[in-house]
């Protein structure tokens, strides 16, 4: 899977953190008032409070839980699928291949079924939560990336910095939303998944978590993941951090990334 590469989010919180603070001059008499500049989101550190063994060989695009039950979609030419993944050991319970000519990316969960995205086709496939047999497919606009469900619509990522609501049955486009860091558009935005009261995010080849307020696309928080990429250590620059499940009943976290051989149970530092 080819994309272009995003623009480095890491230069700009390091730089704006090392810079000392200014005092902006005061505005001549005739100079029009300027808005102040949109502040940066605080960042917070994560606190690991469990490993458990991913499958390396998982190119991870979407993860969920769902139904006291971990779920994965992994994309790989010709090797798609969607499985059910046993927290424990990591082992695949069960799985369900996509078409080998579309490659599989974001995941949700809405009623009894799960919802699959495929990058390039506009095809989302359905599938039984229990069994993962096919349930049927649905078309949707634009590229598949990330997706997620707030409990009324899902929330569709394509890449770009804009996020769409969808109405779940159908797939038709009900409103959308600019995501924003530090009052500029925010792309590269990939799986997503909903904590609590707003939505969680990987942004593609960075190594954080973005909180972002779906009314306003706001981005409200980083979460800073660097730690965990440190550990894993990989060497493949596609290995990057992807994946983010919440289990509501427990409040309990996890993360993981394409080809990492760790999930990450992890609580934000406060």
Same mark, same amino acid.
Do not use: C
């Given at each position: 899977?080819?994309?272009?590469?995003?623009?480095?989010?890491?230069?700009?919180?390091?730089?704006?953190?090392?810079?000392?603070?200014?005092?902006?001059?005061?505005?001549?008499?005739? $100079?029009?008032?300027?808005?102040?500049?949109?502040? &940066?989101?605080?960042?917070?550190?994560?606190?690991?409070?469990? &490993?458990?063994?991913?499958?390396?060989?998982? #190119?991870?695009?979407?993860?969920?839980?769902?139904?006291?039950? %971990?779920?994965?979609?992994?994309?790989?030419?010709?090797? !798609?699928?969607? &499985?059910?993944?046993?927290?424990?050991?990591?082992?695949?319970?069960?799985?369900?291949?996509?078409?080998?000519?579309?490659?599989? *990316? @974001?995941?949700?969960?809405? @009623?009894?079924?799960?919802? $699959? =995205?495929?990058?390039?086709?506009?095809?989302?496939?359905?599938?039984?939560?229990?069994?993962?047999?096919?349930?049927?497919? $649905?078309?949707?606009? @634009?590229? /598949?990336?990330? %997706?997620? !469900?707030?409990?009324?619509?899902?929330?569709? $990522?394509?890449?770009?910095?804009?996020?769409?609501?969808?109405?779940?049955?159908?797939?038709?486009?009900? /409103?959308?939303?600019?995501?924003?860091?530090?009052?500029?558009? %925010?792309?590269?935005?990939?799986?997503?998944?909903?904590?609590?009261?707003? +939505? %969680?995010?990987?942004?593609?080849?960075?190594?954080?978590?973005?909180?972002?307020?779906?009314?306003?696309?706001?981005?409200?928080? =980083?979460?800073?993941? &660097?730690?965990?990429?440190?550990?894993?250590?990989?060497?493949?620059? *596609?290995?990057?951090?992807?994946?983010?499940?919440?289990?509501?009943?427990?409040?309990?976290?996890?993360?993981?990334?394409? +080809?990492?051989?760790?999930? #990450?149970?992890?609580? +934000?530092?406060?």
């Amino acid at each position: 899977m080819t994309r272009l590469f995003p623009p480095l989010l890491l230069p700009l919180i390091v730089t704006a953190s090392a810079l000392p603070a200014q005092t902006a001059p005061r505005p001549a008499p005739s $100079s029009p008032v300027q808005a102040a500049p949109a502040p &940066r989101p605080p960042m917070v550190g994560v606190t690991v409070v469990a &490993r458990t063994p991913h499958d390396p060989t998982a #190119f991870t695009e979407g993860l969920i839980w769902h139904d006291g039950a %971990l779920y994965e979609s992994v994309g790989r030419e010709g090797q !798609s699928d969607v &499985r059910r993944v046993r927290l424990a050991d990591g082992k695949v319970e069960r799985r369900a291949t996509i078409p080998p000519t579309q490659f599989g *990316e @974001g995941l949700a969960a809405w @009623g009894r079924e799960l919802i $699959s =995205l495929t990058w390039h086709d506009g095809i989302a496939h359905r599938w039984d939560a229990r069994t993962l047999r096919a349930t049927g497919m $649905s078309r949707f606009a @634009g590229e /598949g990336w990330g %997706l997620a !469900s707030d409990g009324k619509r899902l929330i569709h $990522s394509d890449g770009s910095a804009t996020l769409r609501f969808l109405d779940p049955k159908s797939l038709r486009e009900q /409103g959308r939303v600019t995501v924003t860091f530090a009052g500029k558009p %925010l792309d590269q935005i990939n799986e997503l998944e909903w904590v609590g009261d707003s +939505l %969680l995010a990987n942004v593609w080849h960075q190594p954080f978590l973005v909180r972002i307020d779906t009314a306003t696309g706001r981005v409200t928080q =980083l979460i800073d993941l &660097r730690p965990l990429v440190a550990e894993v250590a990989a060497t493949d620059p *596609e290995a990057v951090a992807n994946g983010i499940a919440f289990d509501p009943a427990t409040r309990r976290l996890f993360v993981t990334g394409k +080809l990492w051989p760790t999930m #990450f149970e992890i609580k +934000l530092d406060r």
